[in-house]
């Protein structure tokens, strides 16, 4: 198994680690823009970040994410290493980390432009019409219970 895992980046990390190197050169202010969750927005520090980790799964896999393929700027994985977590990927023995990736949080959202769809003609209006409203009946509205009783 330590063969296999030779190359993996996340092999022997601990969290904690992981999240200083991310927080030192990056800062929780672009984590924050680059990741968009509370625990780097709202009030960051290590220790809430990290309890926050470790409960989540989901969150732990983003952040490990991240750190593989922005922080250690690795080539994405095939389909079948996507769909493990990170830790449990497999990094080929050819592929060695690269600087990080630049984040610029100054820049505005790239906003896809999509074909408006067409504007349908306009109808006229219906006009409704008048139909004489059902004469009320005889019988015992049944949401009322005292509406048979002796008066």
Not at 73 to 88: G, I
Not at 105 to 112: E, G, L
Request: with cysteine.
């Amino acid at each position: 198994m330590k063969d296999l895992q030779q190359n993996n980046p996340l092999h022997g990390l601990k969290l904690e680690v992981l999240l200083d190197e991310i927080v030192e050169h990056y800062g929780w202010e672009t984590l924050a823009f680059a990741l968009n969750m509370n625990c780097f927005r709202n009030n960051p520090n290590t220790k809430s970040c990290l309890k926050f980790l470790r409960k989540t799964d989901w969150a732990r896999e983003k952040v490990e994410s991240f750190y593989l393929y922005r922080f250690k700027h690795l080539p994405r994985p095939d389909d079948v290493q996507y769909a493990l977590p990170p830790r449990d990927r497999l990094v080929p023995l050819d592929q060695k980390p690269r600087a990080p990736v630049v984040i610029d949080i100054t820049a505005k959202p790239q906003v896809q432009n999509k074909p408006k769809p067409k504007a349908r003609p306009s109808r006229p209006a219906k006009a409704r019409s008048a139909k004489p409203k059902a004469e009320k009946s005889n019988q015992i509205d049944s949401a009322d219970p005292w509406a048979d009783s002796p008066k």
